[in-house]
């Protein structure tokens, strides 16, 4: 629903949350990782942190501890009562999608294309399920030959859905700006991916970012910020949550 951290809610008698929705099943991770922090917060300073603002910073600090930059997180959200399922499969971008509907889904969010094409360099790091490359692998032409045939290995015709290939196979944990690289070398794992570089109005955002690290970073940080503050709760909206995974 924004940065309001309603995608940690488990389900309740009277909404389904996030987690189970078509792009976070399976795939979204690291609700531990959240937990602990919160836990160890609410030791030291029960009740001041909201699980929204620990998901901005956990982002942040993982992006620079990977060798990404940085950038200074604006804190003050709160925490949603409640989450959305449906939105949840509306209104994030599908893996799927062609240019055209890529650009629309992030400018009905505020993003132009410019910061569309940034932001998708978080591909560097991070994973793929099967299910969500298959037929890309199988069946499209604009994929390198040679690393079709090393996903092809992973990631059968039919059955193993959940297997997962790295979206950067070149450095897979390492945040840089190969990701872009890979694109103009028709490597882009997910049909998404390869769509920023196919001769349409995004090549050459991507050739920028492939020969200038620097301006990737910084065009990313700037994003990152303006992501952050998709419409969080502030003030007396919300609340603090105690529990990340639930209501208080």
């Known amino acids: 629903m924004g940065c309001d951290a309603s995608v940690l809610l488990d389900d309740t008698s009277s909404f389904t949350g996030e987690k189970t929705a078509g792009p976070n099943v399976n795939s979204l991770r690291g609700y531990d990782v959240i937990d602990t922090i919160k836990s160890q917060l609410e030791t030291v300073c029960p009740g001041v942190v909201s699980c929204a603002d620990i998901l901005a910073v956990a982002a942040r600090d993982s992006v620079a501890l990977l060798s990404g930059p940085s950038w200074p997180v604006q804190l003050g959200r709160r925490d949603s009562t409640t989450a959305s399922f ?4 509306t209104d994030l971008p599908s893996p799927l999608m062609d240019l055209s509907d890529l650009i629309t889904s992030f400018s009905n969010k505020g993003f132009t ?3 569309m094409v940034a932001l998708s360099g978080s591909h560097t790091i991070g994973q793929a399920r099967c299910l969500m ?3 890309r692998v199988y069946n499209e032409t604009s994929l390198d030959a040679t690393l079709a045939t090393s996903l092809k290995s992973n990631c059968p015709n039919t059955g193993g859905d959940d297997s997962l290939s790295s979206l950067d196979a070149i450095t897979p944990v390492t945040f840089d700006n190969s990701y872009f690289k890979n694109l ?6 997910l049909h998404s991916d390869q769509q920023l570089f196919s001769g349409g109005s995004t090549d050459s955002q991507v050739k920028t970012y492939s020969i200038n690290a620097a301006t990737f970073y910084a065009d990313f940080a700037s994003a990152m910020v303006k992501m952050g503050s998709l419409s969080p709760l502030t003030g007396s909206d919300g609340q603090i949550r105690t529990n990340c995974a639930k209501v208080n």
Do not use: C, I, P, S
Request: hydrophobic letters at 25%.
């Open 86 to 89: 449906d939105g949840a499969n």
């Open 113 to 115: 294309a410019k910061e």
């Open 184 to 189: 103009e070398n028709n490597k882009g794992l």
């Open 133 to 135: 490359f298959r037929n």
